[in-house]
């Protein structure tokens, strides 16, 4: 009975030694999971943050423009460990990218079929980024997104639910993604899909997918001009030629599609009175809008809440900042040395006055300026997209050109003279002589172009399981 009861004893406890073993086992392979899934989240991060073209290891300028399988319409970031070689465009690797033929047709199931179908040399994995340890991400992979993107898998979703627009790019429309026979262009953005495998040394293996597109500055405007704020300083020109419209205008390459907006907004009644007294009566005639001419409206019940109080002011012009296209302008500046173009449009601050001389050819801006001082602006200068005098608050400008400001147009007071903030909104100041052919006039299409900042959103996420 004694040898029994040691065999029973025995049993339980060799059983509690393989239920601990088996334990140990499944913790130490979910750990091995769990290391593996977020290596490659980490691996697709550091891709998206390399897509800015303000990173300091930017890849923008290496971006795909060719559909995935046409030459060079495949970018790779590699990460490998030690001495080893991650050469995912092989079969033979030990890191072959054997998803690559669920985005494109493959020769023989193995490699797409155009010579120099991914981009070479590829670049590597940044010790910007670097954890320590250094996450087992192997490879991130960049490409342009299609209709028949992850045709491979068992359900195949087409954007637009046609399997003859296969070949289709996908384009974000601000709303949501549309397929098309080209290439993505203003005001419909590029959706690239960024691929990362990572395999631990233990043989884990994770594969995640982002689908990506620029995002945009969260605003909308309720006028072409905004005084944005109270006891509004307003001297319009004396020129028949400036005109202030809040119809939409067709430009930046896109069509007018808005209602129409007031022609000049503010924030109480009262400064309806006083902005409309700094217009000549011979001119008031050329502020159109909705109502009847010159239509001056009160916007506070329509325009969004972050744009009518200091705090939201400062947090718009922070984002804006931390997006900017080219270095941030600190103190006087006379001029600006790249303006931005239709197909390049800027996001420029100026954290200080800014004077745009008179010149013959005229200057033209695209995109989003910011300035926290004073803004002077003569002779034929014109802007296709927002600009936000937010600051100061002053605006000094004299016509003579035939330009105009196409989007919108905000002017705030947000500090004082010593450039502390304010507790309320002050007085902002609009003060134009002359005017020749020059104007303000609303225009969502270029609103919209100067909406999409560098910074990129993920429109969806998956993990790959074949």
């Not at 800027?346 to 001389?357: A, E, K, N, S």
Request: net charge negative.
């Amino acid at each position: 009975m004694t040898l029994v009861a040691l065999l029973i004893v025995t049993s339980i406890g060799l059983s509690l030694m393989f239920m601990a073993d088996t334990e140990t086992s499944i913790n130490a392979n979910f750990r091995d999971e769990q290391t593996a899934y977020y290596a490659a989240k980490g691996g697709l991060e550091e891709a998206r943050d390399r897509l800015r073209s303000a990173a300091t290891t930017s890849i923008s300028a290496s971006l795909p423009t060719a559909l995935p399988g046409a030459a060079g319409g495949v970018l790779y970031i590699l990460n490998p460990a030690n001495s080893e070689t991650v050469a995912p465009w092989l079969a033979s690797n030990k890191y072959w990218d054997d998803e690559i033929c669920k985005e494109v047709s493959c020769s023989g199931g193995q490699v797409p079929p155009t010579t120099g179908w991914y981009v070479s040399p590829a670049p590597t994995a940044s010790t910007t980024y670097a954890a320590s340890p250094v996450l087992p991400y192997k490879w991130m992979r960049v490409t342009l997104k299609t209709n028949k993107s992850a045709y491979g898998s068992a359900n195949i979703m087409y954007v637009d639910g046609k399997s003859a627009d296969a070949n289709y790019y996908v384009c974000w429309n601000g709303t949501n993604e549309i397929a098309q026979s080209t290439a993505c262009a203003t005001p419909n953005k590029t959706v690239y899909v960024l691929t990362a495998l990572a395999l631990t040394p233990s043989g884990t293996r994770r594969m995640l997918q982002y689908e990506l597109t620029t995002d945009s500055l969260p605003w909308s405007f309720g006028a072409a001009l905004t005084m944005d704020g109270t006891g509004d300083a307003m001297t319009a020109p004396t020129s028949s030629g400036f005109d202030v419209s809040g119809a939409d205008h067709a430009g930046c390459g896109a069509a007018a599609v808005q209602p129409a907006k007031p022609a000049v907004g503010v924030l109480d009644a009262p400064d309806i009175t006083t902005v409309i007294g700094g217009i000549p009566i011979k001119e008031q005639p050329n502020y159109t809008g909705i109502a009847t001419a010159p239509d001056v409206e009160n916007i506070s019940t329509t325009m969004p809440s972050a744009l009518q109080t200091v705090s939201g002011l400062q947090g718009l012009l922070a984002t804006i900042k931390s997006n900017v296209t080219q270095p941030v302008l600190t103190g006087a500046q006379t001029g600006l040395s790249n303006p931005g173009t239709s197909a390049s449009p800027q996001i420029i601050y100026v954290d200080g006055d800014l004077t745009i001389p008179d010149t013959k050819t005229g200057v033209t801006g695209y995109g989003v300026l910011v300035v926290t001082g004073t803004y002077t602006a003569s002779g034929n200068t014109g802007w296709r997209g927002v600009v936000l005098v937010v600051g100061k608050g002053i605006v000094v400008g004299s016509g003579g050109g035939s330009n105009e400001y196409d989007g919108a147009f905000l002017v705030a007071k947000t500090v004082d003279s010593s450039g502390n903030p304010l507790s309320t909104l002050g007085t902002p100041t609009f003060n134009f002589a002359g005017g020749g052919g020059n104007g303000i006039n609303y225009s969502s299409g270029c609103i919209t172009q100067a909406s999409y900042i560098s910074d990129y959103r993920i429109v969806s996420q998956r993990e790959m399981m074949y």
